[in-house]
Structures are given as C-alpha cells and as structure tokens.
C-alpha cells in the first residue's frame, strides 16, 4: 500500500474511532455504567485500542478527545461528579496519559511477543493508568 492510502486509511480508523467515543460519552449505558451515585467507565477500552494499533501520538489523540468529551459531559448532562471533571487537570490530561502510556508499551512490546499478549499487556496496563 502506497503511503497516501496507508495515511487515508490510519485516519480512517482513528476517525471511527472518535466517533465510537462520541457515542460511548453520549449514549446512556454505554461508556459510561451507573452504579448508584457513580459511573464505571470501559471508555478507556477504546483509547487503549487505539494506542496499540497505531501508537503513542494516535493514544495521545483519542485520550484527548476522551478528556475533552468528559468535559463536555460534565457541562451539559451533570451528575454527583460534574463540578469534578469541568477542570481540565482532572478530566483531560489523565486520559491523555492513559493513551500515551498505552501506546508507548505498544510500540515498546511490537516484535518482542505475539501480538495477542501485546494487546493484553497494553489492556491491562492502560488500564491500570486509567484506574490510578
């Protein structure tokens, strides 16, 4: 494949990307799973994916817009933890990390397992970030 297709399809991808978390963000129940006055997230699923396919600039991208979103949805659908995520030091620069970090360990395992196990490292160490 020629660069330009290769270019057109990577943002492609990352374009399906943004817009599976547009809908993760938006759509009740699915990105966001309330339990009781909280919600579990498995948005950073996403994000981790994103990183391991296609890197750490890719990661850093979809955290972003991950972070930004949460913004978005603090500001317009508040819940117990709104006040919380309206600061960009709480919900945009962790999610940023999540996928930089994710994308790092990608690259850093590329070659050296079996692609299975370097999704599941990355999957549980971004993860971990996202936990942390």
């Not at 391991?52 to 979809?62: A, D, E, K, R, V």
């Amino acid at each position: 494949m020629d660069h330009q297709k290769e270019r057109t399809a990577r943002l492609t991808v990352i374009s399906l990307m943004l817009a599976i978390l547009i809908i993760q963000t938006f759509v009740p129940g699915i990105g966001y799973i309330p339990i009781g006055p909280v919600q579990a997230t498995i948005i950073h699923l996403t994000v981790i994916i994103g990183a391991s396919l296609f890197g750490p600039q890719t990661g850093l991208i979809l955290g972003a817009s991950w972070g930004i979103l949460r913004m978005i949805k603090a500001a317009i659908v508040p819940d117990i933890m709104s006040v919380v995520f309206l600061n960009p030091l709480v919900s945009v620069i962790p999610r940023m990390l999540v996928g930089l970090i994710s994308g790092w360990i990608a690259v850093y395992l590329d070659g050296k397992v079996k692609d299975r196990t370097k999704f599941i490292i990355t999957g549980i160490i971004g993860s971990i970030v996202n936990t942390v």
